[in-house]
């Protein structure tokens, strides 16, 4: 089954006896809006692109620094700040010991992983006054890896599950959506040494469920899907997704089956051929004709009667890919086939200067004709495909005919189709992938022995016999985890903040401060609510009803509290939830009492 993260009675009532500690922590922490170091805004920067970059900004939550670089402020670090102990909560009762790992890595310990040259975007590298490389922290398996080699010996020190809550940086070519995709960003990264993959299994399932808990109690429906591993490493993973059109990834669902996949990872049934028997080559004039729309038109044939040729630099290698017409190249998939090259297509003028015709190219003789060794890589789908029409490697003119094995051969024959809308699906047959966007705020890997082999983190099992510790990976991206909760969490006046991890509690908003009587009762409610434990935030400006009242909405902590002197008259106040449309009056005697009820 597909789990879908929602509400239940028993995590509610956990979130509540958390949310109490957590008040408690935070309580009488003076915060006046008037002293607030923040500035609310009325409309958006013209820059900000997504409901939360939007409201991150009104709010006064974060300021930009530079391109993918913000500084969060007062409301904004104590959401997150409440963010992370929710996250903290839930490593630490699966058995995580947190740990605060450097930021700044020697690059010996990449090169010893053999990560130096690869990892994608390129490390960010500095030097100290010895010129020294070092590092700027993407990611910490090198350096959590080197810790279990040097402090566990044993199996009885089995499973060993650490984690950080820990700031990372990586040179990202393009930032986008606010705190989605950042250069410097906070990550929780956890990591699981068992001493047998049965072991990993149990961890990473564990740990799967956590995350299933933190995501619910911040209110964030989310899915598993299947992920590709990029940079760092291993076999299985699965990341979970916030579906949101403003998500910068692409998930494919079936609508029959639970199967669910990142695009980058899915697979996808494709069309098989019907059986032919081979037929000899013939070279057909194709004047003009450089597309394999183009060519299928004009020879009266579908697309997957032809065979495609795309070429890509892979780390500045010239690299022929033959894929069938009908399909499209999945540049992650082709880019694991080629072990994490830095992969970039080619131009006509690099192609011809292999020694090849773009836009007719053939891997039939391919290799006798090149300038310069190119590898072949081909998708599995031209196996099984016969007669198919490729180029002849001169202008305007191709092959029918063309078979694997009888006519070429690749260096790496696998999966590299792209799957996309529409496509059948490659677990049940008889649905069909449906694409939705979303943004990812968790990822899961089974790393296996990647690191642990070439850092030799070693360990003694019950025999005396040293064994190579088996690992897991277990990331939360915390800024863009605090996006994805407002993207959930807002509506057309402002942020609409879950209990867990919203800043302030209680939101008291005064009106007609110049009376003595409303600023005396504001004051005392203010004094006793933190008294009580309670995190109140308290408008306390000279300003319009409409300016205050606007300002709760887009801040959008729980609950409302108005002191005005109409409500004062009958000797009460006003209570409103952010997330319901009426307000009730209560007692001013019984104001306090209700709300620390209510506030948990």
């Known amino acids: ?239 979970f997704m916030h579906l949101t059109e403003v998500g910068e990834n692409t998930v494919l669902i079936c609508n029959k089956c639970d199967y669910a996949a990142n695009a980058e990872k899915a697979d996808h049934r494709k069309l098989v051929l019907p059986k032919e028997d081979l037929a000899d080559i013939e070279e057909v004039a194709t004047q003009g004709i450089k597309t394999i729309d183009a060519l299928a038109e004009f020879l009266k044939i579908g697309n997957e009667k032809t065979l495609k040729a795309v070429f890509y630099a892979a780390d500045g290698e010239p690299v022929f890919v033959a894929i069938r017409g009908d399909l499209e190249v999945n540049e992650t998939k082709l880019r694991n086939a080629l072990d994490g090259a830095d992969l970039r297509l080619m131009d006509d003028k690099e192609v011809g200067a292999v020694g090849l015709v773009a836009g007719s190219a053939s891997p039939v003789g391919l290799k006798d004709m090149a300038k310069r060794p190119v590898r072949i890589v081909a998708d599995e789908s031209v196996q099984n495909s016969p007669n198919l029409v490729a180029g002849a490697n001169k202008a305007d003119a191709h092959l029918r005919n063309v078979n694997y094995e009888r006519d070429w051969q690749a260096d790496i024959v696998t999966d590299i189709s792209e799957a996309g809308e529409g496509d059948a699906c490659a677990r049940c047959g008889g649905g069909t992938l449906d694409a939705k966007r979303g943004i990812e705020i968790g990822h899961v890997f089974k790393l296996g022995t990647v690191y642990t082999e070439k850092l030799g983190a070693k360990f003694l099992d019950a025999d005396g016999q040293q064994q190579v510790a088996v690992m897991g990976c277990y990331g939360i991206g915390v800024d863009r985890l605090l996006a994805a909760v407002i993207e959930a969490n807002h509506d057309e006046n402002g942020i609409v903040w879950p209990e867990s991890i919203a800043p302030f509690a209680v939101h008291i908003v005064a009106l007609n401060l110049d009376q003595d009587e409303v600023r005396d009762a504001a004051e005392r409610l203010y004094s006793e609510l933190r008294e009580r434990g309670v995190d109140v935030l308290y408008d306390d400006r000279e300003e319009r009803p409409g300016v205050k009242f606007a300002d709760a909405d887009l801040l959008g902590m729980p609950l409302r509290v108005t002191v005005s002197p109409r409500n004062l008259k009958e000797d009460a106040v006003e209570l409103k939830r952010r997330t319901e449309a009426d307000a009730e009056l209560v007692p001013l005697s019984e104001a306090v009492d209700k709300l620390a009820g209510m506030a948990g």
């Open 1 to 239: 089954m597909r789990w879908f993260v929602g509400a239940s009675s028993f995590l509610r009532s956990r979130e509540t006896a958390l949310a109490m500690q957590q008040h408690r922590t935070y309580a009488r922490i003076e915060m006046r809006i008037s002293t607030l170091i923040a500035n609310t805004l009325r409309e958006a920067p013209s820059e900000a692109e997504t409901p939360s970059h939007k409201l991150l900004l009104r709010a006064g939550l974060i300021q930009q620094l530079a391109a993918g670089i913000y500084s969060f402020l007062p409301l904004g670090w104590r959401a997150m700040r409440k963010l992370e102990q929710v996250i903290r909560e839930e490593m630490d009762a699966v058995g995580g010991q947190e740990v605060h790992m450097p930021v700044l890595q020697p690059v010996e310990l990449w090169a010893e992983s053999g990560r130096l040259e690869t990892y994608i975007p390129p490390l960010l590298i500095v030097k100290d006054r010895r010129e020294r490389e070092l590092a700027l922290g993407p990611t910490h398996e090198e350096v959590v890896t080197d810790i279990f080699r040097q402090q566990v010996q044993s199996y009885r020190n089995m499973p060993a599950l650490v984690y950080q809550i820990q700031v990372k940086f990586r040179d990202e070519v393009r930032s986008r959506g606010g705190l989605i995709r950042l250069r410097e960003f906070i990550m929780k990264d956890m990591y699981s040494f068992d001493a047998d993959f049965e072991g990993l299994d149990k961890s990473y399932d564990a740990t799967f469920a956590a995350y299933v808990k933190i995501f619910d109690r911040l209110s964030l429906p989310a899915i598993p899907v299947d992920a590709d591993s990029g940079p760092i490493g291993g076999k299985d993973s699965q990341e």
